[in-house]
């Protein structure tokens, strides 16, 4: 069993920052769970242009507020508190930060390894590591 605390991990490797995003990596490929689990804030106001094109993501929303945008459809969705949303299509969107900053609790498959930065697309590259 492994027990992992948000204030643990705050101030080290596996805590990674973007512009317009913080992200706590509490679960990575290298825990065996077989997907990657993080606590990640959006700014109030911020705005990024995602696509996860080598993963899927789910995203629960705990705090803050914001919007989703899929970049599909044009569809706009709130985010607020007890929303989820799931990429299940690899879909392009925009997700931007309300009024106050968002919390979200995200799981990806396949798990992200470590430092993983957004490329000019919004996506990261895929895992080509061995197991
Ligand atoms: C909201 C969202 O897409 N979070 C993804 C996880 C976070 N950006 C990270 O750990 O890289």
Not at 22 to 48: V, Y
Request: net charge negative; proline share 4%; hydrophobic share 30%.
């Amino acid at each position: 069993m492994k027990i992992v605390r948000v204030q643990d991990i705050m101030g080290t490797e596996r805590e990674v920052t973007g512009p317009g995003w913080t992200s706590r990596r509490m679960l990575l490929k290298k825990d065996g769970m077989g997907f990657s689990f993080h606590e990640t804030i959006i700014p109030a106001g911020a705005e990024l242009n995602l696509w996860y094109k080598h993963h899927l993501e789910a995203v629960y929303c705990v705090a803050g507020n914001g919007t989703i945008t899929d970049k599909a459809t044009g569809e706009t969705h709130d985010i607020s508190d007890g929303t989820l949303y799931a990429l299940d299509k690899h879909d392009q969107h925009t997700l931007r930060g309300g009024t106050e900053d968002m919390r979200l609790i995200c799981a990806f498959n396949p798990p992200v390894t470590g430092r993983e930065v957004h490329d000019e697309d919004g996506a990261y590259l895929p895992d080509t590591s061995e197991d």
